[in-house]
């Protein structure tokens, strides 16, 4: 068995390889341990951004990990969905589940080696939280969507991620997007952090 997953060490991670290799650590048991948390990011984020999208139209699952939103957008009919992230080892176990077109390595945060307008939407969940991908990221999944798609995700609402609510005004103010919707806060871990809470952000790229 792999190792137990802990998101704590997470949180606290010195740096983002620290971060990568906690992750191929876990890959392998990582859907059983996350479900049995009580984690449906995944399916709420699909669920929410489902009807503002095209069913046929490119979207990138941005911080991947195994596979468990392609899962969710399988399972409502979106037939072209690209993966990306860091952990090769979580990498594999989402081509392992055959809902890709293609699976991309690489950190959120930086240049991504993606055209503009590439995708009518990036869904993103569990990603911006503490330790991982920083307010930053915003800046490439605002090019890489094309002019009327969006962006929906999940961000801590308990304890909102330093940066992130200041980015996100920042670039309503310049014109990039603009907000769709923000849902009710909910429990989203309730078996490993019970006081943890998150919300759901749907912004429109303009």
Do not use: C
Request: proline share 6%.
């Amino acid at each position: 068995m792999a190792e137990k997953f802990d998101i704590h060490q997470l949180y606290e991670a010195k740096s983002r390889e620290d971060v990568r290799a906690a992750y191929d650590r876990w890959a392998a048991d990582y859907d059983e341990q996350i479900v049995e948390g009580g984690w449906e990011g995944p399916r709420l984020v699909v669920a929410a951004a489902a009807p503002h999208l095209d069913k046929a139209s490119p979207i990138l699952d941005a911080g991947a990990g195994s596979g468990l939103m392609g899962l969710a957008l399988k399972a409502e009919g979106f037939t072209t969905v690209d993966a990306l992230d860091p952990s090769a080892g979580m990498l594999a176990q989402a081509r392992a589940k055959g809902i890709y077109r293609n699976t991309i390595e690489a950190f959120m945060g930086e240049p991504l080696d993606l055209a503009d307008d590439s995708y009518q939407a990036v869904l993103a969940s569990g990603v911006f939280t503490p330790g991982h991908a920083p307010p930053t990221s915003f800046d490439e999944l605002i090019r890489i969507v094309r002019p009327g798609g969006v962006i929906a995700f999940t961000l801590r609402q308990d304890v909102p991620p330093e940066g992130f609510h200041e980015a996100m005004a920042a670039h309503e103010k310049a014109g990039r997007w603009t907000r769709v919707a923000q849902s009710a806060p909910w429990q989203s871990l309730a078996r490993y952090e019970p006081e943890v809470f998150h919300e759901i952000w749907i912004w429109r790229v303009i």
